[in-house]
């Protein structure tokens, strides 16, 4: 049995403690923002924050995150009517192509924020390490800057 | 797009094309116009169907719900079709919302048929076939409405006009909202004659840049992909598929996979016999559990011997002896204008080259995945697809129930680039359900996606031109040896296996007057299919290297070779899917605007250079500039990409931005690192890891983009922002270096040469 939070609200799961915290979100408690790319950690379309920070779920084993907090792409807007400062960026840019890879390019985006409210292209070139298969780049790349301008904002 | 799904398009699209309208009211007093095959789906349903057609719902609050019956693969169909119809409505964009219709199949006294017209998405065909369709589906609505207005106000129709979302008589004084009218609207005949469409300068919708309609879906989490489907009581599948190419099952031990926790049922998924068309890719094994991770894992612990099959032997390394010998023989002449050999005999230069493109899959990020539930005679699919009607078709092959007896609903779909034209994935699905009779999702994972797939055709291409001594170009023959995607697909004759290789009147048919083009059928157990701009990809890295080498073996400006070539402002003929004309002239005006743009005729540093590429691609016309640095190693740094494209009227501005975005990083991520290769009769590639896209890091971080209008029709935009890409970047390279690149990808090619 892992215990933990996710968007808030305490959770249990009682099946076996390698499955990917991915899986458990997905199939479990059936929140399927975030998504399955391939399985390895390698293109983020799984990421979610845990303790605040981005993490590849599809390589997280639920274990890892017993008693630990768990935000996905549904819990990252404060509440139904405010985006968060990068979903609002996202839409103003026009970011989403197919739009699968999104949730996890948010998540990372956010996250770089959190870290460095006024990242350079190079911050942004280390920090978005997520795969778009449309190649969204130009506009997410555009979008992490104007969700920075909206967080100094304080919208 | 392969012959037969062209075909499936095509007998849709003829169906739904029928130049007349009916209207009917919706159950929730909406206002539907569509085709008559739609109205006998509403009478057989007691006029209680709602939801259905080209269906414009006119809601009282003053929103309008529009259906839109294509799949929307991130090309942008969910906003730029209704957008057609909302402008010849005459309504606000931002009161629009739209609503994703199912594959609209309907038993008519003719047999069945295709309520909503053509649904696949391919070709770049959606917003040029819909460009008529749709327009005047919006407009007989508006149409209604004012005839509706003015049997209120017993008065001529020409009495009034309109104003978004309202009826307006300017001498009553009068006005009505759209819903207000929307019943009595739906109970008048469709005019026999056809609606006026707006003069274009009155567009108050198409030609303005709109977002991403459900953007705000998207970036919350809520947009729902087929991966994401989820019914009451269904179970989970996935598949352990032969690792060798039409291998087989020799012998299976499920006594493990049925002992891990979760896991309910293991079955064979019975792959075609070698050289059969592909129902489904390869035989496999399915495990069926009650989560994704349980049967990833019974799967794992199935023991399977495989029989290997007939392709053990192939490998990349022998495909490219294959291709090699196949070029020292003569070829199947596909096109054979003037005399090639004495124009060749009597140029003043001849140059040649080589150069090879891999295969490439297509790894779209959402993995193949479907929910398929057999019951009694009834089939249900929910699956992510670009050809829903195939979907059908997948189904109805696995178990011969009629087809109409077979529901198919779209999801969003997490990519496309041609890979969910075919439908296997339904197949498999199907079958898993009916053999273990439960509902089931299958999904793929990223390995069986990269391992197993329909991939982008590879070749040798031969190139020699003929030049005389005033710099023309006099002969041209290209010789393609190659893995035709028609391989395996039913109703291809051997010698029409070309026809998905070699385009026979791309550039520079009907402007070297002594030009043959040959082909070659390369064997291969390698399935092959559409990838996005099929054969373009391949043919304009080709064709536009080609074209440079000319001009610098013959001392001539690669710009101006180009535009000596493409001449005046005049149609061709183009008998391939784009045509039935081609206008190069429209190529001149993309280069000379790029040229400007990156300032070609300036002088660079040493190491630094640019190149261009300019390709005609499904109906439009693209090119780019590409400005890059060379280290004395071989290091490589792309400093600026200038994309430039033709589409002709442009619907949406921000859609098409975005789609020459997208299309040029799939161009880089493509020339720079993508090949699939075999080994002993397996694929080698796996995953990302080895099989690596482009990243944000990779793009260079000035990309620009322009576009410049033409005429008075549109041309979709999906396929075109690709191929000038790689050719672009080899030309930069050539510029910056002198080294000619001529095998895709680049990987560590030029490190190599320079070291």
Redesign the interface.
């Known amino acids: 049995m892992v215990s933990f939070q996710v968007n808030g609200n305490p959770v249990t799961f009682d099946?076996?403690g390698d499955?990917?915290l991915l899986?458990v979100l997905?199939?479990?408690l059936?929140?399927?923002?975030?998504?399955?790319?391939?399985?390895?950690g390698?293109?983020g379309?799984c990421s979610v924050h845990i303790d605040g920070r981005v993490r590849r779920s599809c390589v997280t084993p639920v274990s890892a995150v017993s008693d630990k907090t768990v935000t996905?792409?549904?819990g990252?807007?404060p509440d139904d009517e405010r985006?968060h400062p990068v979903?609002q960026a996202?839409?103003e840019e026009?970011?989403?192509?197919?739009?699968?890879?999104?949730?996890g390019q948010?998540m990372a985006a956010a996250d770089l924020l959190s870290r460095q409210p006024d990242p350079s292209?190079d911050d942004?070139?280390?920090g978005?390490?997520?795969?778009?298969?449309?190649?969204?780049?130009?506009?997410?790349?555009k979008a992490v800057r104007r969700a920075a301008e909206l967080v100094r904002e304080g919208v | 797009m392969a012959a037969s799904e062209r075909n499936e398009c095509l007998t849709e699209v003829d169906l739904g094309r029928r130049r007349f309208l009916i209207s009917g009211a919706t159950a929730a007093g909406g206002l539907l116009v569509g085709s008559p095959a739609l109205h006998a789906m509403a009478s057989a349903a007691g006029g209680g169907a709602a939801k259905i057609g080209h269906y414009i719902e006119l809601l009282p609050d003053g929103d309008v719900i529009i259906g839109v019956a294509q799949p929307e693969i991130g090309q942008g169909v969910r906003t730029s079709l209704p957008m057609l119809v909302a402008e010849e409505l005459d309504v606000e964009w931002s009161r629009v919302r739209i609503e994703q219709m199912p594959l609209g199949i309907v038993v008519t006294p003719d047999g069945a048929s295709w309520k909503y017209g053509g649904q696949g998405v391919g070709g770049s065909t959606s917003i040029t076939d819909a460009w008529p369709y749709l327009r005047e589906v919006g407009a007989t609505a508006r149409r209604l409405l004012i005839q509706a207005a003015a049997n209120r106000w017993q008065i001529e129709p020409a009495q009034c006009r309109t104003e978004p979302g309202f009826v307006v008589c300017e001498s009553l004084g009068q006005r009505f909202g759209y819903a207000e009218l929307a019943a009595e609207a739906a109970e008048l005949p469709v005019p026999e004659s056809p609606p006026t469409f707006k003069n274009p300068a009155e567009y108050r919708i198409v030609g303005t840049p709109q977002s991403v309609i459900d953007a705000r879906d998207i970036v919350t989490g809520k947009a729902r992909y087929g991966i994401d489907t989820h019914v009451e009581g269904m179970r989970y599948a996935s598949i352990e598929r032969s690792p060798w190419l039409d291998g087989t099952v020799a012998s299976l031990d499920d006594s493990a996979a049925r002992a891990v926790p979760g896991v309910v049922d293991v079955v064979v998924v019975e792959g075609p016999e070698p050289g059969a068309p592909f129902h489904i890719l390869a035989t496999g094994v399915a495990v069926v559990a009650t989560s994704t991770w349980a049967a990833f894992k019974g799967r794992e612990a199935l023991e399977i011997e495989w029989e290997r099959g007939p392709h053990t032997a192939e490998s990349t390394e022998g495909f490219w002896a294959q291709c090699r010998n196949l070029l020292d023989k003569p070829g199947q002449v596909v096109r054979n204008d003037g005399d090639l050999d004495a124009a060749l005999g009597a140029a003043a230069t001849v140059v040649e080259a080589r150069y090879e493109l891999p295969y490439v899959n297509h790894a779209p990020l959402e993995p193949q995945n479907c929910f398929a539930h057999v019951s009694g005679d009834r089939v249900r699919i929910i699956a992510p697809t670009q050809m829903p009607s195939g979907a059908n078709r997948a189904a109805h092959g696995v178990t011969g129930f009629p087809r109409e007896n077979i529901s198919v609903d779209m999801t969003r779909v997490g990519g496309g680039f041609g890979r969910r034209l075919t439908n296997d994935y339904v197949a498999e699905a199907t079958v898993i359900s009916q053999k273990t009779g439960l509902p089931i999702q299958l999904v793929w994972t990223r390995e069986d996606d990269v391992q197993h797939d329909f991939y982008r055709p590879s070749g040798l291409h031969e190139m020699k031109a003929g030049v005389d001594a005033n710099g023309r170009i006099t002969a041209w023959t290209q010789r393609l040896a190659s893995a035709s995607k028609y391989y395996r697909r039913s109703g291809v004759e051997p010698d029409k296996l070309f026809e998905a290789e070699l385009y026979v009147d791309d550039f520079p048919a009907g402007i070297v007057e002594n030009l043959r083009l040959e082909w070659f059928d390369v064997q291969s157990g390698v399935p092959r299919g559409s990838w996005r701009a099929p054969a373009h990809t391949a043919n304009a890295f080709v064709l536009q290297s080609f074209i440079d080498e000319v001009a610098h073996a013959t001392g001539q400006d690669p710009l101006q070779l180009r535009l000596d070539l493409y001449g005046a402002n005049r149609e061709l003929p183009y008998g391939q899917h784009g045509g039935p004309t081609f206008n190069p002239w429209r190529l001149s005006r993309l280069l000379r605007h790029i040229a400007d743009e990156i300032g070609y005729g300036d002088t660079r540093p040493a190491g630094r250079g640019v190149g261009l590429a300019s390709h005609f691609t499904f109906g439009g016309y693209a090119a780019h500039a590409v400005e890059v640095t060379v280290g004395d190693r071989g290091d490589l740094r792309i400093d600026r990409i200038v994309a430039a494209v033709d589409c002709g009227l442009v619907v949406n501005p921000r859609g098409v931005e975005a789609q020459l975005q997208g299309g040029t990083c799939d161009g880089l991520s493509t020339a720079l690192n993508q090949q699939i290769t075999v080994r002993n009769g397996q694929i080698v590639q796996s995953n990302f890891d080895d099989y690596p896209l482009l990243r944000l890091a990779d793009v260079p971080r000035t990309v620009e983009t322009h576009i410049l209008p033409y005429g008075d029709t549109p041309t979709g935009m999906g396929e075109i922002g690709i191929p000038t890409l790689a050719p672009a970047l080899a030309n930069a390279i050539f510029a910056a270096s002198g080294v000619r690149i001529r095998k895709l990808p680049l990987l560590d090619q030029l490190k190599r040469a320079m070291s």
Not at chain 1, 30 to 40: A, D, M, P, T
Not at chain 1, 128 to 141: E, L, P, Q
């Open positions: 099946g076996e499955t990917p899986w997905r199939d479990h059936h929140l399927r923002g975030s998504k399955f790319g391939c399985g390895i390698q293109c379309a996905t792409i549904e990252l807007a985006l979903q996202w839409i026009d970011v989403p192509q197919c739009g699968y890879c999104q949730a948010i292209d942004i070139d280390a978005m390490t997520n795969i778009c298969r449309c190649g969204t780049y130009v506009r997410i790349r």
